[in-house]
């Protein structure tokens, strides 16, 4: 399944289920790193997102 799909069908399964506004981004582990220093949403993520699922080590924020 593509990433749109992907995005689109956690949307429709959380619809009715999520309590608050949510933004759901798929994508690989090495795009993301390669992104996280631009001025992307990436970026903000890694700055200032909540990690709800997988790995919960906090990772070290870039000078």
Do not use: C
């Amino acid at each position: 399944m593509r990433p749109l799909e992907e995005m689109q069908t956690i949307g429709h399964a959380l619809y009715h289920v999520k309590k608050r506004p949510a933004d759901i981004l798929v994508g690989t582990q090495s795009n993301f790193e390669q992104r996280r220093t631009l001025a992307t949403i990436e970026r903000t993520i890694f700055r200032n997102g909540v990690i709800v699922y997988g790995d919960q080590q906090p990772v070290q924020a870039m000078a």
